[in-house]
C-alpha cells in the first residue's frame, strides 16, 4: 500500500480557465480521503490524474516514493472501483473476480487462493457460482471491491459509485464500503458530489470549488470550523443560515435585535462592517424549553413564526427576515457557486419536540452563539 501526494497539480484543458488549479492534498496510507464539490469543481479531473487517464499540465502526483506523472495508468498500481454494470453479466462472481488476474496470466492455483481469500474477507465465498443478475446491489458492489482486492493495489480510488442507486440502496452501499475500507485498510480516494457520502465515509474532505482546494480537513472540523462562506454553505443539511450582521461594542446586532456573544469569537473580527452571519439550524431552539444553564451559554431574541413543520423528532420554524443588498448579492453568488439554494431572507431554526411555537407567535428564540461564524462578505473567509 502507499500514500497519494498531489503537489500543486494542475489541468488546463486548451486555455480555458484550469478544471484544476495548484491542488496540493497528501493522502496518508491506509487513508479515506473523499474529493467533494459541485458539479464541474475538478475532481473527476483530479482523480483521473491520479489513475493516469488524464495527463498532468503543472505539478507532481506522487504515490508511494514513486514519481508517476509519466507513467500509464496500468504501471501506477492502482484500482479504479467502477459502478455495478462494470460487472461481465455471463461470468459468475468467481470470474468476474478472477478476471484481472487471469488477464495478468497468473497460475491455476495462485487464482483460485486469491480469489478464496479476496472472497472470504467480502463475504462472497457462498456465492461464487453465481452470476452477477442474481446478487444483491452491495453484493456486487462487493464483487467489484474484490476485483481490486486480488490485484493488491496499493490504492482504491471511486468516482461517484452510487451515484445510479437510490437513496435506500446509497444508504446500505456506503455502510458497506465504509466497513470493507476500515478492514482492509487500503487508501482510498473517493469523489462524490454528495456532501452527506462526503461526511459519512471520509477520514478527511478536500472541498473543491472552481478547480481550487478550499479546505482539507475532517468530517467534524468541516462542520464546526468551515475556513470560508462556501464551505459553510455546502456542508450541513439543512444549511447553515446566513444573515447580515454588524459587531459593535462587542456584541452582534441582526436583524432579530442584538445578541451577546464570546468575546474570544470577535477578537479579530472588524467593528461597525456588515458581515454574515452563519448560524446553522440546530443551534438555536425555542428559548421556553432551553435550561437556564444553556440558556446562559447563548443568547435569546424574539421573532415572529412564518410557517412551521412538525417531524415527529424535532420541528422547524420559518422566521422572515430583510436582508442587506450587499449581503443578498453575496449570497447570491453563493448559490450560484454551490449550485443550489441559499436561504437569502428566512432563517430556518430547528426546534425541540416538546415545543409549542406555533404559526404566527412571537416567539423568543435561544441561539447558541459560541457556534456563530462571522464571515467577510468580500472575501467570504471566516473571521470567527
Ligand atoms: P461532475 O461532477 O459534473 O463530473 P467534476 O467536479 O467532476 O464535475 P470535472 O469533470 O473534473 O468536474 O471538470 C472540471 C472542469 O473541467 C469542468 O469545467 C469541465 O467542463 C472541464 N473539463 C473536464 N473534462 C474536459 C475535457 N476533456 N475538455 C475540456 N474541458 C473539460
Not at 467533494?36 to 483521473?48: A, D, H, N, Q
Not at 462487493?142 to 451515484?163: N, T, Y
Not at 456542508?235 to 447580515?244: A, E, K, T, Y
Not at 441561539?367 to 462578505?377: E, I, S, W, Y
Request: aromatic share 6%; charged share 25%.
Amino acid at each position: 500500500m502507499a500514500g497519494i501526494n498531489m503537489r500543486h497539480i494542475v489541468k488546463k484543458y486548451g486555455d480555458g480557465f484550469p478544471a484544476v488549479n495548484d491542488v496540493s492534498i497528501d493522502v496518508a496510507d491506509g487513508e479515506f480521503m473523499i474529493l467533494v464539490g459541485p458539479s464541474g469543481c475538478g475532481k473527476s479531473t483530479l482523480l483521473r490524474m491520479i489513475v493516469g487517464l488524464e495527463d498532468i499540465s503543472g505539478g507532481d502526483m506522487i504515490i508511494g516514493d514513486r514519481k508517476v506523472n509519466d507513467l500509464a495508468p496500468r504501471d501506477r498500481n492502482l484500482a479504479m472501483v467502477f459502478q455495478n454494470y462494470a460487472l461481465y453479466p455471463h461470468l459468475t462472481v468467481f470470474e468476474n473476480i478472477a478476471f484481472p488476474l487471469r488477464l495478468a496470466g497468473a497460475s491455476d492455483s495462485e487464482v483460485n487462493t486469491k480469489v478464496r481469500e479476496a472472497s472470504k474477507t467480502l463475504e462472497l465465498d457462498e456465492h461464487l457460482d453465481r452470476k452477477p443478475g442474481n446478487l444483491s446491489g452491495g453484493q456486487r458492489q462487493r464483487v467489484a471491491m474484490g476485483r481490486a482486492i486480488v490485484r493488491d493495489a496499493d490504492a482504491f480510488l471511486f468516482d461517484e459509485p452510487l451515484s445510479n442507486l437510490d437513496a435506500k440502496l446509497r444508504g446500505q452501499m456506503r455502510t458497506e464500503i465504509s466497513r470493507l475500507q476500515k478492514r482492509l485498510g487500503i487508501t482510498t480516494v473517493y469523489v462524490t458530489h454528495d456532501q452527506t457520502e462526503a461526511m459519512t465515509l471520509g477520514d478527511r474532505v478536500a472541498v473543491l470549488k472552481r478547480g481550487v482546494l478550499q479546505q482539507l480537513a475532517s468530517p467534524r472540523q468541516l462542520y464546526a470550523n468551515p475556513g470560508n462562506l462556501f464551505v459553510a454553505g455546502f456542508i450541513g443539511s439543512p444549511p447553515m443560515n446566513f444573515l447580515p450582521a454588524t459587531v459593535r461594542g462587542g456584541q452582534v446586532e441582526l436583524p432579530f435585535g442584538t445578541v451577546s456573544i464570546p468575546a474570544e469569537k470577535v477578537r479579530d473580527v472588524p467593528e461597525d462592517k456588515l458581515l454574515i452571519a452563519g448560524i446553522r439550524p440546530e443551534h438555536f431552539e425555542d428559548a421556553s424549553v432551553v435550561d437556564d444553564d444553556k440558556r446562559g451559554k447563548g443568547s435569546v431574541f424574539t421573532a415572529q413564526i412564518d410557517v412551521t413543520e412538525w417531524l415527529g423528532n424535532q420541528a422547524y420554524a420559518y422566521i422572515p427576515f430583510e436582508a442587506d443588498e450587499t449581503v443578498k448579492a453575496q449570497l447570491t453568488q453563493l448559490e450560484r457557486d454551490l449550485d443550489g439554494d441559499t436561504m437569502r431572507n428566512q432563517l430556518v431554526v430547528s426546534l425541540d419536540s416538546t415545543s409549542r411555537i406555533s404559526e404566527g407567535d412571537q416567539a423568543e428564540i435561544w441561539v447558541d452563539t459560541r457556534q456563530m461564524h462571522l464571515f467577510d462578505p468580500e472575501t467570504g473567509d471566516n473571521l470567527t
